[in-house]
Each structure stands twice: as C-alpha cells, then as structure tokens.
C-alpha cells in the first residue's frame, strides 16, 4: 500500500517523460486490478435494475426467454390469500430486500457457516462483482436454476441466455462464472437498456448512487431450497421443497428476511410463474 501511495506522489509531482509516467501507471493499474481480484472486490458498477415485473420480463425476453410460457409478477404478500392469486407451478422467486445493518450483520454471521457446508453441484450459482449488477445476477441465478424441461422449451440454444448458461456450467465456480460475465459487453449493453426503458416508473439516479436494496433469487433444485445472492460464498439451503410447496416455502424465507426488520417496508417479490393466456 505504502509503495501504491508513493508512486501517485510521483506521477503527481514529477516531470517525468510521457513514456515513463505510463508505464507507472499501468503497473498501478495492473496491481489495483490483482488487488480487486484476489479480494473479490468490485470492479466497476452498472446502473440498478428496478422491480417492475413489465420491465424484467421485457428484459428477460430479450435475453432470450420466452415470456409466452413464464413470466414474473408480483407478489402483493407472504400471506396465504397473496400466493393463492399466482398461477400453479412457480418456477422461481426473485425478491428484493433493503440493506439495513440488521440484514448486513446477519449476513456476516453467516458467511462463517456457509463456508463449511457442501451445496448440491447441479445448483448453479454466479458471484457478483459488478456494483449495481443485482438485478441481473437474480435473474441469472432463477432463470439458470428452473426445471429442465422448462429450461429447454424457454431458453434457445442460440440466444443469449442459452449461450452464456452452455458456457458456464454449473460445476464451474462462481467466480469463473463471474470472469465470463464481466468479460460479455452485449450483456452489460442489455442491462443498460433495461435500466433506462420507457418501462421503469423511477429515474435510473446517478452511477455512483450508494444502493439500499438487493435482488436475491429462491430456486428448488432437486428437492432442496436454495437463495442465490451473489454477494454470499455459496447458495443457502433452507431444506426441502417440493414444485406444489415450493412459492408458500420460499415465502416463509422471505418472511424471515421481514421479521428480522419488522418496521422496514422495502420489501418487494416477484415470482416466476405460468404465463396466463389472454384468451
């Protein structure tokens, strides 16, 4: 650190040949950018996504999943007469909480514990090095996790979705997975779009806007619970579920991120569910 500090001092303050002054600062660069890597830092930031049902499934459309068969929309409470009005068949939930110190000290204490649990290797899970990148990490987490036979009829081999997912297995780390994706300018471009579509009901604010709400996302792989939340080392398992109980189970763990902040309100969640027909 000291040597980093003394080296600005020096490009700052000394006349050096135009040659010399860069080759400081790539070596700056070049050891800011192993500093970051190695403590899985942040690297840079994207504007948030907001939770808009119309929006993310405009979103997620042009991703390359097809809307026709599922899409996400809202659910108004974790009470029984809100998930009754959900069609059959949830497939996951993408939910979105505030980042109090409660929620954060939580997740602290966690973190120990996870660290020693083996996870299920069919769970697919990315880590999020991006700032801002939440949305889009929840919706990569559900959409990468939902049964098989939806996968293939939803998501073509050939767009995007399906080029990413064949090119991050499962069983590739989450942070090699993390590598590919900040590598993926077309999908950097997308969520940009997405963030300034006629479809959101609030401005995008300022780039470097500190945020006080995070996606995370709840699948079933393989009878198991699962919340995906790029900032955590693993998946959480919150036990066993089946496709009839998965959207009642998954909200008694949303409700547990509630009842840790019984006066917060920032609370919103989506599910992923059958598309109703028009008809």
């Not at 002054?21 to 942040?42: D, K, P, T």
Request: charged letters at 25%; hydrophobic letters at 40%; glycine letters at 4%.
């Amino acid at each position: 650190m000291k040597l980093l500090i003394l080296l600005n001092i020096v490009i700052s303050i000394t006349q050096f040949s135009s040659t010399d002054s860069s080759i400081l600062r790539s070596f700056l660069q070049y050891h800011n950018r192993i500093n970051m890597a190695s403590e899985g830092s942040i690297k840079r930031k994207w504007f948030p996504l907001e939770s808009n049902p119309e929006l993310l499934n405009k979103y997620i459309s042009k991703l390359g999943f097809d809307t026709s068969l599922y899409r996400f929309t809202d659910v108004f409470s974790t009470e029984a007469w809100a998930l009754s009005m959900i069609p059959p068949g949830t497939a996951a939930i993408v939910f979105l909480y505030p980042l109090t110190k409660v929620q954060e000290d939580f997740r602290s204490k966690e973190k120990e514990q996870l660290e020693k649990l083996d996870v299920d290797d069919a769970v697919w899970h990315i880590k999020q090095r991006i700032g801002n990148a939440c949305g889009t990490i929840g919706i990569l987490h559900a959409l990468a996790n939902i049964p098989e036979p939806l996968k293939v009829a939803a998501i073509p081999a050939d767009s995007w979705l399906g080029k990413f997912y064949e090119s991050c297995p499962s069983q590739l780390s989450s942070v090699a997975k993390a590598e590919i994706l900040e590598e993926d300018e077309e999908i950097e471009n997308k969520h940009d779009a997405a963030t300034s579509d006629e479809q959101n009901q609030t401005n995008r604010g300022a780039l470097d806007q500190q945020l006080i709400t995070h996606f995370v996302a709840i699948v079933n792989v393989n009878g198991k619970m699962y919340e995906l939340d790029g900032r955590k080392v693993k998946p959480v398992n919150h036990g066993d579920t089946t496709q009839e109980s998965f959207l009642a189970d998954s909200a008694r763990v949303v409700q547990k991120f509630m009842d840790r902040d019984p006066e917060e309100m920032r609370f919103t969640i989506l599910a992923l569910a059958p598309s109703l027909s028009d008809n």
